[in-house]
């Protein structure tokens, strides 16, 4: 009897689930057939066709391959991805990609388990700081030289081709895109608090004196949430690093990317300024996304972790006047980090998928009207000369202005993964209480250890 | 005589006092506990703009869908995959938002760990209580001291072992360790010492296999204890989420704990779209919660019993 | 004479054999699942290992190396604050609302105990995603009741100030760990024999004196049960620390455990973290025997 009851009790607990399930797939298959215009939908179905037609796949074998990528721009955005991968299949139809979508926040973890747990993605978007500086050095990636042809290497403009493989010239990544980290402010406040002034915004420059008044005055006015030295996380800190590089003309690396150099005087006193100014947090809450949408909202007043597609993709939840500025410097020069991104192919040990990760690659950066797709959804700039695709686009035309600004790619310093570690984990230091110069340079002894260890 | 009186009525008028107070308090802590809970679900109803007020709404103003629509209109994954082994034959369910897909993971993770824990315990607890074998106290000195332990400390081995066995990325690299996990044969050991010797002897005298011995005398013996294990394995592994984040990393793959955290990792701050996975998360276990209450609190209790 | 010497050999065999037949499923996953990879665990932590490179081996250095490490040690005195502050107040509290609760008798008790038993089985993720909510800094709940009513001056940045994240976390791990001691209390309390209880108060013994010398002594196993599974859960709040905190500020939040998974999969220390893990095992199962060895004794 009372076995009985514990049975009815688990079977009907399983029952339940089933059943729950089974009613939602009942309600709502219909979803998909009502979208079906949609670029989404289009690309999954047929994503199930290749599967279940894999034998009939006609001339060759069929290869499934993985694509992950990170939010880059609509890189991350599944309707926008699946268009492009539907096109994909259009002239490659024996390969199939499975696409996942990968966060700043616990990317990074997600890729290193699935290295070590052997299910690496075939290809993935990012960086040279991640492809080259990390998986690269580690000796998990794939040698692109293939694709990297004379043809290639002319048309890509030098600093991203250099960016692209390590010191031995081994490629790591074949770039699509690439844009430059600015900073931005709400026109309302800035309007509110009389602050307007101290911006340049037809150059997009202030001064650092322009940017100390500008947080005062907002800060007076009853803006206590000015901007945030956002340290929960490594996501966004190319913010927080260019702002206090540019502060008072700071470098983050020397210039052969061998060393470390945030200790140096200039980031010092970049760093005590920002700490004793009201208004701005080292807020160790929150991340470069976190930050984002702050900003968005309404309840900061600057971002720090900005560019081109975070106004293209939170249009919809900003309701003020966004001003795109460079990040502001005693010189007038502004020194932007760049962004490039790009693909990388992870050595799981199958030639054919390598082989067709490289295909898709060449396809979604080479040919002649992919690219031009490929890179709109990125909503930044191509990594060469493609004419003007943003053609009658004002926003894109806006951010054009801060690309002369590029300063030097240094992301690639070998250790980069730790060094960029033990940078927000000096922020939070600084944050409750450390000082700033005692910090640095710890962080800059961590990181050169880092930098010469691997 | 009297003063003995006076004191006992005071005393009853400070019992009494006492009484209302413990009341009173153990009401504020009651809505303090349920209070997340109502936060998850109205959250999930309010509009972008309530939630990210600084001022709170504690009643939505207005009802909204928009969470639920945005969560669900996210990503798709098929209702179900099965794949006959050495063949390149696989069955797909329907598409579906990944959301449900998750839900339904996460039910056949617990009941698939439930299931094989029970099995398992049963009869190892059994084994250790009843049987004189060799290497026992050893056995029951290793199960002890690994109670406690946490998963990470074997984080990386785990995986590696994983990635050796195919198993990295299934549902499976979640369930085995929880089922290796000895607390269930810890505590139905304890149950089973309480299985009197006479009737096994009588069993056996009777000509009655090893199998059958347990299977007849023993098991209706443990039976409270299995059901209490039960319920404790699937509220311990419906609320794993370690072993999830190291294991699994297909959106069809994922739970619906590590979604919402994905989700969270994601959308950052769109604290109502997070609710509204938090909400799809928690409600179906919570209806099961309430529906059996009766055999939680009763499986829950069965196991101190004993302890 | 030697019949008997054999018969109870065969005895023996048989029951060895019966023993591992029975032990055999659990054992392959117990083994397969725990023991085997504690040893990998334990071979590795005497490495240099590290992403797609063969291990050197380097001795006790990792150990060396752990003990200067002023994050592992600050780690270490987290993990003990959070199970020597938890375990405590989960305990005395839980007896505490069990005893009122009980006094409510029918369903009024009955509803309690499932309000608190809620944060339980809403699930640790879903919980922690809804109090990181209302601890944001910028628009959380907390902040707004604390500098509406005047108790804060301004807004707390709870989860990213050292001087609170750790209580924030310790305060969550609580709502979720009391439920199942206050259901196991409950039904402990009406367990207890009330004739005692009864004669206890004819004679006049005072609440607090009938409730420690006769109820106390009842629900001893339930609390050392209760000892054992509130231990366990405060070891277990990676989910809590990873969602929440990711460890900061500062490291104030981190706790072994995280710390681990920190070195894993942000240093790619896999040698390193897996030293610490031996030593939090050896810290686990040694507090475990004892706590074993109590439980004998009483």
Not at chain 2, 5 to 18: D, E, I, Q, T
Not at chain 2, 213 to 229: R, S
Not at chain 2, 233 to 254: A, G
């Amino acid at each position: 009897m009372q076995k009985r009851k514990w049975l009815a009790l688990t079977l009907s607990l399983a029952m339940a689930f089933t059943a729950a399930g089974c009613g939602n797939s009942g309600g709502t298959t219909d979803t998909p057939a009502k979208d079906d215009g949609g670029g989404s939908v289009s690309a999954d179905t047929e994503k199930g066709q290749s599967e279940v037609s894999e034998p009939s796949g006609g001339n060759g074998e069929a290869t499934e391959i993985t694509l992950w990528t990170y939010p880059i721009g609509k890189w991350g955005d599944a309707a926008t991805v699946d268009g492009l991968i539907a096109s994909f299949n259009e002239a490659h139809p024996e390969i199939s990609v499975t696409v996942e979508y990968l966060d700043y926040t616990n990317g990074d973890d997600q890729v290193n388990t699935a290295i070590e747990g052997g299910q690496a993605p075939d290809v993935i978007m990012e960086g040279p700081e991640r492809l080259v500086a990390n998986w690269g050095a580690r000796g998990v990636m794939v040698d692109l030289s293939d694709l990297w042809t004379d043809d290639a290497k002319a048309a890509i403009y030098d600093s991203v081709e250099n960016a692209c493989q390590n010191a031995e010239g081994v490629f790591y990544e074949y770039p699509l895109c690439m844009t430059t980290h600015t900073m931005a402010v709400n026109r309302e406040m800035f309007e509110a608090a009389d602050a307007l002034q101290y911006l340049d915004e037809e150059k997009g420059t202030w001064t650092t004196e322009g940017f100390v008044n500008a947080v005062k005055a907002l800060y007076d006015s009853g803006q206590t949430n000015v901007a945030a030295v956002y340290c929960g996380g490594q996501g966004g800190d190319q913010g927080t690093r260019a702002l206090i590089n540019n502060l008072y003309g700071g470098t983050f690396t020397n210039p052969e990317h061998t060393e470390y150099t945030a200790n140096s005087p200039e980031n010092v006193k970049a760093l005590e300024l920002l700490k004793d100014m009201d208004g701005i947090n080292f807020d160790a809450s929150i991340q470069g996304g976190d930050e984002i949408q702050l900003f968005c909202n309404g309840t900061l007043a600057m971002a720090f972790c900005w560019n081109v597609a975070q106004e293209a993709n939170n249009a919809e939840s900003i309701n003020f006047d966004v001003i795109p500025m460079a990040f502001p410097t005693e010189s007038g020069e502004p020194k932007l980090c760049g962004g490039i991104w790009g693909f990388g192919v992870f050595d799981n040990g199958d030639e054919a998928k390598i082989a067709a990760a490289k295909t898709f690659i060449d396809f979604m950066a080479n040919d002649e009207t992919q690219v031009v797709e490929s890179v709109k959804a990125s909503t930044y700039w191509p990594v060469k000369d493609l004419g003007n695709i943003y053609e009658g686009n004002d926003l894109m035309g806006e951010y054009a202005k801060f690309i002369p600004f590029m300063g030097d790619y240094y992301q690639v310093v070998s250790g980069w993964a730790e060094a960029r570690t033990a940078w927000w984990n000096m922020l939070q230091q600084i944050g409750t209480g450390a000082e700033p110069a005692t910090a640095a340079e710890e962080f800059v002894t961590t990181a050169n250890q880092a930098a010469s260890g691997s | 005589m009297s003063e003995k009186g006076n004191h006992l009525a005071l005393g009853k008028v400070r019992s009494k006092l006492y009484k209302g107070f413990s009341i009173v308090v153990i009401t504020l802590l009651a809505i303090a506990f349920a209070f997340p809970l109502y936060w998850i679900i109205t959250g999930s109803f309010k509009t972008q703009a309530a939630i990210n007020s600084v001022t709170p709404q504690w009643w939505p103003s207005e009802w909204v869908m928009d969470n639920y629509q945005k969560l669900f209109s996210r990503q798709v994954a098929p209702l179900w995959e099965c794949h006959i082994p050495f063949t390149q034959v696989t069955f797909a369910g329907p598409e579906m938002p990944a959301a449900v897909r998750w839900l339904l993971n996460t039910v056949f993770m617990s009941l698939a760990s439930m299931v094989l824990t029970c099995i398992t315990a049963a009869m190892a607890g059994y084994a250790l209580a009843k049987k004189r074998f060799a290497g026992r106290t050893l056995l029951f000195s290793l199960i002890v001291c690994a109670m406690a332990l946490p998963k990470q400390v074997i984080l990386i081995p785990l995986l590696r072992e994983m990635a050796d066995l195919h198993l990295y990325n299934t549902i499976w690299a979640v369930i085995y360790p929880i089922v290796g996990w000895p607390f269930g044969v810890f505590l139905i050991k304890q149950f089973a010492e309480g299985i009197p010797g006479e009737m096994m002897e009588a069993a056996r005298i009777d000509g009655a296999s090893e199998w059958k011995t347990f299977y007849l005398i023993a098991l209706p013996m443990i039976k409270p204890g299995i059901g209490a294990l039960a319920i404790f394995t699937f509220i311990t592994s419906w609320n794993d989420y370690f072993m999830q984040l190291i294991m699994l990393t297909s959106t069809s793959n994922l739970t619906i704990s590590l979604g919402i955290a994905k989700l969270q990792a994601e959308n950052a701050t769109d604290f109502g779209l997070i609710m509204a996975g938090a909400a799809l998360a928690s409600i179906p276990i919570i209806i099961v919660f309430l529906v059996f209450q009766k055999y939680f609190t009763k499986g829950i209790t069965m196991g101190a019993v004993k302890g | 004479m030697k019949k008997k010497n054999s018969m109870s050999r065969a005895l023996v065999m048989r029951e060895t054999v019966a023993g591992y037949a029975f032990m055999l499923p659990s054992l392959v996953f117990f083994i397969g699942f725990v023991i085997y990879p504690m040893i990998q665990c334990i071979i590795t932590s005497f490495f240099d290992s590290t992403m797609n490179r063969d291990d050197i081996f380097i001795g006790f250095q990792n150990y060396i190396e752990m003990f200067h490490d002023s994050v592992f040690l600050g780690a270490l005195k987290n993990t003990f604050i959070i199970v020597v502050v938890s375990v405590p107040i989960v305990c005395i509290f839980s007896l505490w609302a069990a005893t009122v609760i009980y006094d409510l008798k029918g369903p009024v008790c009955s509803i309690f105990r499932c309000i608190f038993y809620l944060p339980v089985v809403t699930g640790s993720v879903a919980v922690t995603v809804v109090w990181k909510w209302m601890f944001n800094n910028y628009y959380g709940i907390f902040n707004y009741v604390g500098t509406h009513t005047g108790i804060l001056n301004q807004n707390i940045n709870w989860l990213g100030d050292e001087r609170f994240a750790l209580g924030c976390v310790i305060l969550i791990l609580l709502t979720t760990s009391v439920g199942q001691p206050i259901v196991l209390y409950v039904s402990a309390l009406s367990n207890v024999d009330q004739s005692l209880v009864e004669a206890a108060e004819v004679d006049g013994a005072t609440r607090f004196q009938c409730f420690w010398k006769i109820k106390w002594a009842q629900i001893m196993p339930t609390t050392l049960y209760i000892l054992i599974i509130t231990m366990i859960n405060s070891f277990q709040c990676f989910a809590l620390i990873q969602l929440l905190t990711s460890g900061g500020p500062n490291h104030s939040t981190d706790t072994i455990m995280y710390y681990i998974y920190y070195n894993a999969f942000k240093l790619y220390r896999y040698g390193y973290g897996n030293a610490m893990g031996v030593v939090l095992a050896v810290i686990i199962a040694v507090l475990s025997a004892v706590q074993f060895k109590l439980a004998k004794t009483d």
